[in-house]
């Protein structure tokens, strides 16, 4: 148990569909990221959010549209993906913004049919 | 790109120690070393960091060499559940962001 929960575990979606990824965090830390983890590839940061705020976008295409509307809670809506897009999705949490050690929950295998 | 250097994989025997290194060559004088691991099917798990001195939790020890260019984690009893992804990255505590996870070493653990 990290403290940092993300829903659904697995998701299958076409590449028409709209969906959302959820992460909550029960750490009371200021900070919230998404990372993408594709195979064979490290991972790669997504975006930060400090206290509700994004701070970090690493040219993400827009088909990705973070949402962080408390401190606890963050999802990533997920729209007209494409096939390339299928990937583990971690969301992590730390005290500070930027800051380490980061928490990490255990992601959302996502398949683009 | 990764401002570390790991092997790609390594094997250890069960109940034997399982020393990973990792080069941080250009490490500058606030950052930590910080290791994590990442077991399949979950997300990676922090395990320790240091800045200078040597450190030992109860999941692991990390060596670090006195100019800091390198580091050594020691898993002293290595167990078939140590099996997983071991990332060595270096960070200041404020971290900017940037946190850049690069390949990890791969560690089988094996019977």
């Known amino acids: 148990e990290t403290g940092v929960t993300q829903t659904p575990r697995h998701l299958v979606m076409g590449m028409t569909n709209k969906k959302s990824l959820k992460c909550e965090q029960h750490l009371g830390h200021n900070a919230m990221y998404w990372y993408k983890q594709s195979a064979k590839k490290p991972l790669e940061l997504m975006f930060v959010?400090?206290?509700?705020?994004?701070?970090e976008n690493n040219s993400v295409p827009s088909r990705f549209s973070p949402e962080c509307p408390n401190s606890s809670h963050l999802f990533l809506h997920l729209h007209t993906l494409q096939p390339e897009d299928s990937a583990l999705y971690l969301c992590?949490?730390?005290?500070?913004?930027?800051?380490?050690?980061?928490?990490f929950g255990d992601g959302t295998r996502l398949s683009i049919l | 790109d990764a401002k570390t250097t790991q092997p790609t994989s390594m094997d250890c025997a069960e109940g034997r120690a399982a020393n990973l290194p990792c080069n941080h060559s250009?490490?500058?004088?606030?950052?930590?070393v910080y290791w994590y691991r990442q077991i399949h099917s979950q997300g990676p798990q922090y395990i320790i960091h240091g800045l200078k001195n040597n450190e030992t939790n109860e999941m692991a020890s990390l060596i670090i060499t006195e100019d800091r260019k390198s580091s050594t984690l020691i898993l002293p009893h290595a167990t078939l559940r140590d099996t997983a992804v071991y990332y060595c990255?270096?960070?200041?505590?404020?971290?900017?962001?940037?946190?850049?996870f690069g390949a990890g070493t791969r560690l089988f653990v094996k019977a």
């Open positions: 959010y400090s206290l509700e705020e994004r701070v």
């Open positions: 250009t490490i500058s004088g606030n950052e930590y």
């Open positions: 990255i270096v960070s200041t505590n404020t971290g900017g962001f940037k946190t850049i």
């Open positions: 992590a949490s730390s005290q500070d913004p930027g800051g380490q050690p980061q928490h």
